[in-house]
């Protein structure tokens, strides 16, 4: 029953914003450091922010520092990614990502639990 659904993505143009949501449910959202990665075609997957359990703590991949901001809701059970100043190279399959235990790193995608299906970011020059 543990599900992440991942809401939000489209196209945009250069220098545009978008605002990704994660809806989760299933287990314990409040417990679980909460994580963004994308995909684009015929490249690994890429770290883009994560968030700590009660949400003081970021962090986010160099790519998309200054221009992206995570964020969550535990009474909603939402994580959020919100994407401003977009360029081409945004473009990909962004998913979002839940991991249980604190004290190891966030940038890896073998170190998260659950996942969702993902959402497609197309941004038009």
């Known amino acids: 029953q543990v599900q992440l659904v991942e809401s939000g993505g489209g196209l945009a143009q250069a220098g545009g914003s978008l605002r990704l949501s994660c809806a989760a449910s299933g287990f314990t959202f409040s417990s679980c450091v909460m994580g963004w990665f994308r995909q684009a075609p015929g490249k690994d997957r890429e770290f883009v922010a994560s968030?700590?359990?009660?949400?003081?703590?970021?962090g986010y991949g160099d790519s998309v520092k200054g221009r992206f901001t995570i964020s969550r809701d535990n009474a909603k059970n939402t994580a959020y990614l919100q994407m401003n100043s977009l360029k081409p190279e945004d473009t990909a399959v962004y998913f979002c990502?839940?991991?249980?235990?604190?004290?190891?790193?966030?940038?890896?995608?073998?170190?998260?639990?659950?996942w969702g299906q993902g959402t497609q970011v197309t941004v038009s020059s």
């Open positions: 968030i700590s359990w009660s949400g003081d703590s970021t």
């Open positions: 990502a839940a991991k249980r235990r604190q004290f190891t790193g966030s940038a890896y995608p073998h170190l998260y639990d659950y």
